[in-house]
């Protein structure tokens, strides 16, 4: 298992009590196997028989399973779910709510009724489990609870990605509402695109509504680092990671390609970059250094650095794009157009005061708190591509030139972040 390759002790999670709702097939089986390789003691959530396969197979394989039987839409299946476990085990200090399903069909073709089941499983069903194990875990002070986020308004999954949507909004609510103190860590992990006996057949009903054929379709996949979809053994190696490390995961929407980056992992190259597929083409003032520039001319240049953003997203698929724009709104605090539409009145602003307009230096001295907080999430965006092109980039002038751009756009930002408080001093 590519667990075994990620510098991790089998004992660390020895101990532990794990729950993974819907673990009878593809990402929560491969997810249970690998942390019962951690030593964990793994209880298979499912409602299918295939919980006891898996159970079988990781019994085989040296660790602790147990297949209870569960519909995570049913208050008294969950309740019987942890009565089992307590009684089992005792305790359960993870809980991974990974049970779903899905329902394709435009808005108005899917019946209220399909919707209602989408969102009894994939959202009431968390919200069930937290309900159900979080107590524990906080009399205990400790546990790792996560749910599973996708991408945003992708046609024909209205149901499933709204749910989805949900899912991260929950997540993210329960860990601002875990204290430091409280020794509980919850996080949300984005998987991609991964191979499984869902998806691929869920991929199979999408692609003749995008007049694809199913291996056009999943050649489509963002997956950075893959040509086409994910193995499930992989997304569920960097999902084990992040569990052992959740403490540094708190709050944070989590994707497996960050991961096994990091861990030098990533098991392809990516596909080859053409002339409108490039994630950092060259800008056409590299030559000239930042720190040089006065405030105007820096908000300026980072004006056309958002443009190219903007640029190179709506470039790509329909896939890409929404990953590439999520990850985007998520480092940064603002989509790319509200990104675009903040720093073209910043310009606008200080093009009125170099004509002596002294209010707008006095507009930009309020906010300017906000800009720089802001500001610095921008920066701290570009500095992260760069330690996630060492992993993506396998060609090394290619890796060259994608650092190269993603330093001056950072140096850029931090330098306009220096200039604006030079020039909003009393």
Not at 76 to 103: E, H, M, P, W
Not at 227 to 251: K, Q, S, T, W
Request: charged letters at 25%; hydrophobic letters at 40%; proline letters at 4%.
């Amino acid at each position: 298992m590519l667990i075994e390759k990620m510098g991790l002790s089998r004992t660390a999670l020895a101990g532990k009590v794990a729950v993974i709702t819907g673990a009878g097939q593809g990402i929560g089986k491969e997810l249970a196997r690998a942390l019962a390789w951690l030593g964990a003691k793994v209880i298979i959530a499912e409602i299918k028989d295939t919980g006891a396969e898996v159970e079988t197979l990781i019994h085989s394989e040296g660790g602790t399973a147990l297949f209870v039987q569960t519909d995570v839409s049913d208050e008294k299946s969950i309740q019987a779910l942890a009565k089992k476990a307590f009684n089992t085990f005792g305790k359960v200090d993870i809980l991974v709510n990974n049970a779903i399903i899905y329902r394709p069909g435009t808005i108005l073709e899917l019946p209220i009724e399909a919707w209602d089941q989408v969102y009894a499983v994939n959202l009431r069903g968390a919200v069930l489990g937290i309900k159900a194990f979080l107590p524990g875990m906080l009399e205990r002070k400790e546990g790792v609870i996560v749910t599973i986020t996708s991408s945003e308004g992708m046609p024909y999954m209205a149901s499933y990605f709204a749910s989805k949507a949900a899912l991260q909004s929950l997540g993210l609510s329960l860990a601002g509402e875990l204290s430091e103190e409280s020794g509980v860590s919850a996080f949300v992990f984005a998987p991609g695109m991964v191979d499984t006996p869902g998806g691929n057949q869920a991929f199979q009903a999408l692609a003749p509504k995008y007049g694809m054929s199913y291996q056009e379709f999943i050649n489509m996949s963002p997956n950075p680092g893959y040509n086409g979809l994910m193995p499930a053994e992989d997304c569920a190696a960097g999902f084990a990671y992040a569990i052992v490390h959740a403490r540094d995961y708190h709050g944070q929407v989590v994707d497996p390609f960050q991961i096994l980056a990091k861990t030098g992992l990533l098991r392809f190259s990516p596909q080859p970059r053409t002339e409108t597929d490039n994630t950092v083409p060259a800008e056409s003032s590299l030559e000239k250094p930042a720190e040089k520039k006065s405030a105007i001319e820096l908000a300026r240049e980072v004006k056309k650095i958002l443009e190219a953003v903007n640029k190179e997203a709506n470039e790509l698929d329909l896939f890409r794009k929404m990953w590439v724009t999520r990850a985007f709104r998520q480092r940064t605090g603002m989509s790319i157009k509200d990104w675009l539409e903040t720093v073209t009145e910043l310009v606008a602003e200080l093009e009125a005061a170099e004509t002596g307009d002294t209010t707008k230096i006095e507009n930009i001295r309020g906010k300017l708190p906000w800009l720089k907080s802001n500001l610095e999430r921008l920066a701290d965006y570009f500095k992260k591509n760069m330690k996630d092109a060492e992993g993506y980039f396998k060609d090394p002038k290619a890796l060259a030139e994608a650092l190269e751009v993603l330093t001056y756009r950072e140096n850029t930002v931090r330098s306009l972040i220096s200039a604006l408080e030079q020039k909003v001093k009393p």
